[in-house]
């Protein structure tokens, strides 16, 4: 089973900033798209964000597109989200999920991925 560790969430105020890694482990991170997962409490489950096996290719869902920033080590199986200009809305359990193999997916539903772990909380009041 994939393991990751998860850290950087926090409680801040709307319009700075949080950095998110993960760093997995029990799978070949080189190959997979690998992306992050955020769940609000009374809400579905949302795809954020993902970024290709190597690193040139991302998506992003459109209500945090120019804010956070995905990307990826593979030389030590580490993905970070940086998290700018946060909203209240951003409030969730973020995370770090698997994809798929190679490329992310073109869009994105509820139950697109596969989130691992415990994940970790990211506050923004406004």
């Known amino acids: 089973q994939v393991q990751v560790k998860v850290s950087g969430g926090g409680s801040v105020q709307a319009g700075e900033s949080l950095k998110l890694s993960c760093i997995a482990s029990?799978?070949?991170?080189?190959?997979?798209?690998m992306g992050w997962i955020r769940q609000a409490p009374g809400k579905e489950r949302q795809g954020v964000a993902c970024v290709g096996s190597t690193g040139d290719a991302s998506y992003y869902v459109d209500s945090v597109k120019g804010r956070l920033t995905i990307s990826r080590h593979n030389s030590n199986n580490t993905l970070f989200l940086e998290m700018n200009r946060l909203e209240a809305d951003d409030t969730a359990t973020y995370y770090c999920a698997t994809f798929g193999p190679r490329r992310c997916p073109t869009t994105m539903t509820s139950q697109t991925g596969n989130p691992w772990g415990q994940g970790t909380q990211v506050t923004v009041s406004s």
């Open positions: 029990r799978l070949n991170f080189a190959e997979n798209a």
